[in-house]
T-cell receptor, first 112, second 112 residues
Framework: KNEVEQSPQNLTAQEGEFITINCSYS?????LHWLQQHPGGGIVSLFM???GKKKHGRLIATINIQEKHSSLHITASHPRDSAVYIC??????????????FGKGTKLSVKP | EPEVTQTPSHQVTQMGQEVILRCVPI?????FYWYRQILGQKVEFLVS????????KSEIFDDQFSVERPDGSNFTLKIRSTKLEDSAMYFC??????????FGEGSWLTVV
């Protein structure tokens, strides 16, 4: 069983659409990360969350600790948002914060 | 903006050869990590390093792997005797306790 599940696996949107990517996890966590992997392969950290909601530009991330669920929203999507979005969690068993469990990623394609 | 830099960006090596992947973390960061991503699969944690020693490692990080911080700036991953299944993208990352983890662009390793 995957400890971090993302949905959908693939998502195609038209420019301007509102996008939601979901992440569910089965372990207790100290933090949840949303990452962006661009086509060249490099990874960029978008958010680190332990509660509530964070916003950066057109990106919004929310987390519900009780329900073990997080969402990443993109408002007014643009073709440059096309990338793989990865959810990763830091389990709270006391290990290093970088011992992340990664989801398989959601491949987003935004068409002009 | 400060960034994690990795070299080489791509390396092709013969099976059985030793490989060293290099990383320069962000200068005031104290925690250092290596991850790998086999093509088409999710990212996996390899090792975390703090205060000049390994703080945690995964099952993947067996005796053929080692890490070192030989000077004040570099953080290296050595694979002693490469196998075909070591072909992957290797990501270095760094961070400060309780904060965002910053990833490098990755080093593609192809073992032939």
């Amino acid at each position: 069983k995957n400890e971090v599940e993302q949905s959908p696996q693939n998502l195609t949107a038209q420019e301007g659409e509102f996008i939601t990517i979901n992440c569910s996890y089965s372990v207790g966590i100290s933090a949840l990360h949303w990452l962006q992997q661009h086509p060249g392969g490099g990874i960029v950290s978008l958010f680190m969350l332990s509660s509530g909601k964070k916003k950066h530009g057109r990106l919004i991330a929310t987390i519900n600790i009780q329900e073990k669920h997080s969402s990443l929203h993109i408002t007014a999507s643009h073709p440059r948002d096309s990338a793989v979005y990865i959810c990763a969690v830091s389990p709270n068993y006391g290990g290093s914060q970088g011992n992340l469990i990664f989801g398989k990623g959601t491949k987003l394609s935004v068409k002009p | 903006e400060p960034e994690v830099t990795q070299t080489p960006s791509h390396q092709v090596t013969q099976m059985g050869q030793e490989v060293i992947l290099r990383c320069v973390p962000i200068s005031n960061h104290l925690y250092f990590y290596w991850y790998r991503q086999i093509l088409g699969q999710k990212v996996e944690f390899l090792v975390s390093f703090y205060n000049n020693e390994i703080s945690e490692k995964s099952e993947i990080f067996d005796d053929q792997f080692s890490v070192e911080r030989p000077d004040g700036s570099n953080f290296t991953l050595k694979i002693r005797s490469t196998k075909l299944e070591d072909s992957a993208m290797y990501f270095c990352a760094s961070g400060i306790s309780g904060n965002t983890i910053y990833f490098g662009e990755g080093s593609w390793l192809t073992v032939v």
